[in-house]
C-alpha cells in the first residue's frame, strides 16, 4: 500500500471522486482508517478502524479510545478507489458511548487547510 502525504487538493480530489458532492450526502461504506491523538487524559494513541458512513465533509467510526468532542485527530484513510492512503485532520464533533461494549462511536468533521507550496 503506498502512502500519499497530503499536499493540498489530493485529499480533496481522491474524496470528491468518492464521494458525491452534495453537501450533506452521507455513502454507507467501510473504509479503513488509522485514527492518531490525544485521549480524555493526553496519553497518545493510535488506533485503526473502518468507517460506517463517509461525506466530502467528514465521517463516522467507532473506536475503543474515549476522545472528547473538540479534540483534533489525524487520519490516515484509504479510499478504495486508488488503494493509496491519504492523511489529514479531523475534529471530533459527536461522541456516542455504544451500549453493551466498549466502544463510543465518533463523528468526524475534516478540518485539513489547503497548504501551497513555496516557489522560492
Known amino acids: 500500500m503506498r502512502v ?3 499536499q493540498g487538493l489530493d485529499i480533496d480530489n481522491a474524496i470528491k471522486a468518492f464521494v ?3 453537501r450533506k450526502r452521507r455513502v454507507q461504506v467501510s ?3 488509522i485514527v492518531k ?3 480524555r487524559f493526553g ?3 493510535e488506533e485503526t478502524t473502518q468507517s460506517i458512513n463517509f461525506s466530502a465533509g467528514g465521517t463516522c467510526f467507532f473506536l475503543k ?10 487520519l490516515g484513510i484509504t ?6 492512503t491519504y492523511t489529514t485532520t479531523g475534529q471530533v464533533t459527536r461522541v456516542e458511548a455504544v451500549p453493551g ?3 463510543f462511536k465518533y463523528g468526524i468533521r475534516f478540518t485539513h487547510k489547503q497548504k501551497r507550496r513555496s516557489t522560492h
Not at 65 to 74: F, S
Not at 79 to 84: E, G, H, Q, V
Request: glycine content about 6%; hydrophobic content about 40%.
Open 43 to 45: 496519553n497518545r494513541y
Open 101 to 103: 461494549t466498549l466502544r
Open 4 to 6: 500519499q502525504a497530503w
Open 79 to 84: 479510499l478504495p478507489i486508488d488503494l493509496k
Open 37 to 39: 491523538g490525544l485521549d
Open 31 to 33: 473504509v479503513s482508517i
Open 65 to 74: 479510545q474515549r476522545i472528547q468532542v473538540g479534540t483534533t485527530v489525524a
Open 20 to 22: 458525491e458532492r452534495r
